[in-house]
């Protein structure tokens, strides 16, 4: 019986992967490929192959920290759509920390002092709309997106002018502060840029998730964003834990430039990791919470990244970019019906619903 | 459109329907007959919500069949829900034509013609709004009129109300069933759920009693043997013997001070002053009840004892220590060890729906209790004592039925405020409001064997039988001010007249 609910809830999973592929053979098909082999080639550039794999986990890497900061914002209630420059300016003031550091400090010193520089200056920058939002009122979205834009000024402008840098990019990080790749332990993966960053980020979304599930701070976060009158009522200081949230969540945002600047470049480079911090939003979405399914969301949306640049020669990447937000959206309408179908097995008892004026308007309306 | 086409005749026969793997209504068979008031009574979770729906055509029938005889035009079924379904931002007409517009040509929206329809409507069936109120400043009773002069506007000729007294005055309420009563001798069919047996008895024609999820009684309503009667609904509703009923208990004989409350004043953003120089007392082991129609002022009382409103001047003192007025959160905690409140809108101030009943239990508590073995046995006791159905604390407190969310609000204030050692007072806003007669019984006894432990208790309700049974002085509120305090033996005219703002004796 439980079986059957679990295959009729993954059931629109497979199909929205199937129309993914169906509609991969179209495009390659479009721009005059043969469909087969451009799958062939996609598949190889992925999971296919052992580099493949390398390259799918670093793509997606970044991705688990963004949408894990994406997602402990959004138990709070809160949209931090803040990550990308949360990230960008970490990953510049973490990459500075990093190369003045002397070269002969070890790593086990050198490391955590350039996370721990980046994950302050993520909180930092989320501090400005967290602080307004619970202050003043103003809404989380348009204040991140205003720092976006002016981390966007600065960054050029810091490298160029402060940091002297003709080419946009900091000096080389000391090595204590390289995290190594994974193809040290796994001689596999040689050649791929995958480090010891994936699992350092698949270990922050169990144990983040976990605090957030059993902690007192992490269920009187996950309490105000489901209720924050009945909170305030209960004497829990809601406008601390939001704030809270929202530093936590830029601080893990900050984290995916041990990905990137430590992992991979060794320095830090105008736009690098750009775009993780919008993905991150896809990947917590997709997620739907658990930290499995961020992890599940993050190393699928890796792979589609990675399958674009495997068969970039032959369909164009713009193609691909509108594969990979067409897929996004079919994984999402898929796990919101798989959703339905569990809720509906799930739900006991006579349904006291909560529905917004509105909603329920409009269902009169369709009635 | 009214006119004196009959209503339908519903006829419900084995009728089942499941939530998932529960059945909300296991086998329940009655007719609806057009010309008379309807009662459907029973506990919480006994189905009757859910009865009605089905009837009227929201919710999959599993089981049985619904039946809808007469008149094809005039067999549309309205329902008026628990929670009002009303868009807040529009105002009274727009809402009253909302899903139903006429309109012009090229889909213009006709408000000229919905107005002369609506005024029409309003004076054939003597319900009565302001069409051009903004739904969010009319008054519950008003909001309420308008849900059933919406369904009235589609041309039902049946109407289904589910609660619709819940959160009405009694004088309110009677107006409703005085129009129910209007509507049905036109020959509309009305069914109303109520928790009341007394409305039952005072204004019904027709009584069914559902428990868990069937239909164990039906008949018709004999006014001239009304005691008899409540008797046996009662049995039928709980099926055993009717909870014995609670009385306050007696006063120690020198009490001391629990909660003191002078010149409180609260100005609403609106510039009009909520509280007006609120003046009250209650002493340790005592039981004052706040009564007053709904709207003078209950919940901000509430609300400021509780020091959730920030603006609010005047002094309160607990155990006969006063209280700052709450800046910080070291303020509202030390707040928390002397007073309990429950507030009055339990979902808007006391529950999160979505988390599990063992969250809600500990709200707030996660820093005073000190490991998870003691949250665990909190949760326990907590379920167990205020017998908490489903007793099961990892279910999402929004599937339970209002009685037992009742009951979790309830026990998380008086269980935690019995532990604490600088107890004082609890503050409790509508404590049995949509909550069935089992449920109020242990409601009530709670309350009682707070007092007898020492607490001050403050009972704002808008029942005003509950207000007679449980206090040991009655105070009336009434446009934020307490206008009259009386025994509460009074007379519910004597009550009634201080409520309504007019002199009392």
Redesign the interface.
């Known amino acids: 019986m439980k079986s059957a609910h679990d295959i009729r809830a993954a059931l629109p999973i497979v199909l929205a992967i199937a129309g993914g592929v169906l509609l991969f053979d179209l495009m390659a098909f479009g721009f005059g490929q043969a469909p087969a082999s451009a799958l062939r080639m996609a598949f190889d550039g992925t999971w296919g192959t052992a580099y493949g794999i390398g390259q799918v986990l670093f793509k997606a890497t970044p991705l688990l920290f963004t949408g894990l900061a994406f997602e402990v914002a959004l138990r709070a209630g809160l949209f931090n759509i803040g990550a990308e420059g949360q990230l960008a300016l970490a990953s510049l003031v973490g990459a500075v920390v990093a190369s003045k550091l002397p070269p002969s400090l070890p790593a086990v010193v050198a490391l955590p002092i350039v996370l721990c520089v980046a994950a302050a200056t993520g909180a930092a920058v989320a501090f400005v709309p967290a602080i307004l939002r619970v202050r003043r009122g103003v809404h989380e979205i348009i204040t991140a997106i205003m720092v976006n834009r002016i981390v966007d000024a600065i960054l050029p402008w810091a490298l160029a002018t402060v940091l002297g840098s003709t080419s946009l990019r900091t000096a080389d990080i000391a090595p204590g502060a390289a995290l190594p790749r994974l193809e040290r332990v796994f001689p596999a993966l040689t050649g791929s840029a995958a480090s010891f960053a994936f699992p350092l980020a698949v270990v922050s979304v169990f144990v983040v998730i976990e605090l957030l599930r059993r902690s007192?701070v992490g269920?009187?976060i996950?309490?105000v964003g489901?209720?924050a009158?009945?909170?305030?009522?209960?004497?829990?200081?809601v406008e601390?834990r939001l704030l809270l949230a929202m530093l936590l969540s830029g601080a893990v945002a900050a984290l995916a430039v041990s990905s990137t600047a430590l992992g991979y470049k060794g320095y830090y480079e105008l736009g690098l990791g750009a775009g993780a911090g919008w993905s991150g939003i896809a990947v917590a979405m997709l997620g739907r919470g658990s930290a499995m399914g961020i992890v599940l969301a993050a190393v699928f949306l890796g792979t589609l990244e990675q399958a674009g640049l495997a068969v970039n020669a032959r369909v164009p990447k713009e193609a691909m970019d509108v594969l990979e937000a067409a897929l996004i959206v079919l994984v999402a309408v898929a796990t919101r019906a798989a959703a339905k179908e569990e809720a509906?097995?799930?739900?006991?008892?006579?349904?006291?619903?909560?529905?917004p004026?509105?909603a329920?308007?409009t269902e009169?309306?369709a009635? | 459109m009214l006119g004196s086409v009959r209503g339908p005749v519903i006829k419900i026969e084995g009728l089942g329907v499941r939530y998932g793997n529960f059945w909300a209504v296991r086998d329940a068979s009655v007719t609806l007959e057009p010309g008379v008031i309807h009662a459907i009574i029973g506990e919480n979770g006994a189905g009757k919500s859910t009865l009605l729906k089905a009837a009227a055509g929201f919710v999959p029938i599993v089981t049985g069949n619904v039946r809808v005889e007469g008149d094809a035009n005039a067999s549309t079924i309205g329902m008026v829900h628990q929670h009002f379904m009303l868009v807040s931002a529009f105002t009274a007409l727009e809402n009253l034509v909302l899903g139903a517009e006429p309109t012009q040509s090229f889909g213009r929206l006709d408000l000229a013609r919905a107005r002369t329809r609506a005024n029409e409507l309003m004076k054939q069936s003597g319900l009565s709004v302001n069409l051009d109120a903004t739904t969010r400043d009319m008054a519950v009773g008003e909001r309420q009129r308008l849900e059933i002069l919406r369904v009235l506007f589609r041309g039902a000729r049946a109407v289904l109300l589910d609660e619709p007294t819940a959160v009405l005055s009694p004088i309110e309420a009677e107006e409703l069933y005085a129009t129910l009563a209007r509507l049905a001798k036109e020959g509309a069919t009305i069914a109303v759920v109520t928790h009341h047996l007394d409305e039952v008895i005072r204004f019904a024609h027709h009584v069914t009693v559902m428990r868990r999820g069937r239909t164990v009684a039906s008949r018709s309503i004999d006014r001239t043997q009304s005691a008899a009667l409540e008797d046996e609904l009662t049995r039928a509703i709980m099926g055993g013997e009717p909870p014995a009923p609670t009385k306050a208990p007696s006063l120690p004989d020198k009490p001391s001070e629990a909660l003191t409350i002078d010149n409180l004043v609260l100005v609403d953003g609106s510039g009009k002053r909520v509280l007006d120089g609120v003046r009250l007392s209650v002493k340790a082991g005592e039981i004052v009840g706040v009564a007053g129609i709904e709207g003078n002022g209950q919940r901000e009382l509430g609300r400021a004892v509780a020091g959730l409103e920030p603006n609010v001047t005047g002094t309160i003192a607990l155990g006969g220590k006063p209280f700052e007025p709450v800046r910080s959160m070291d303020d509202m905690r030390a707040r928390r060890r002397a007073l309990a409140v429950v507030h009055e809108d339990r979902h808007a101030d006391g529950l999160m729906l979505q988390a599990s009943v063992g969250d809600n239990l500990v709200l707030g508590e996660l820093g005073e209790l000190s490991s998870t073995m003691d949250e665990k046995n909190a949760v326990v006791r907590r379920i167990d004592h205020f017998g908490i159905f489903p007793a099961d604390a990892e279910r999402a407190a929004g599937s339970l039925s209002g009685g037992n969310q009742q009951k979790i609000v309830m026990a998380r204030a008086l269980d935690r405020i019995e532990a604490s050692a600088a107890r004082a007072a609890v503050v409790l806003g509508q404590p049995t409001r949509g909550v069935d007669v089992g449920a109020a019984a242990v409601i009530h006894r709670a309350i009682v064997s707070a007092a007898e432990r020492g607490l001050g208790v403050l009972v704002i309700s808008a029942d005003l039988g509950e207000l007679k049974r449980l206090s040991h002085r009655i105070v009336v509120l009434s446009g934020g001010r307490i206008v009259a305090e009386l025994p509460p033996d009074s007379p519910d005219d004597v009550i009634g007249r201080a409520m309504l703002g007019m002199e009392a004796a």
Request: proline letters at 3%; hydrophobic letters at 35%; charged letters at 55%.
């Open positions: 007192r269920r009187e996950r309490w489901l209720r009158e009945a909170c305030r009522a209960e004497g829990i200081a601390q509906a097995n799930k739900r006991d008892d006579e349904p006291f619903e909560e529905k004026a509105r329920a308007a009169e309306v009635r």
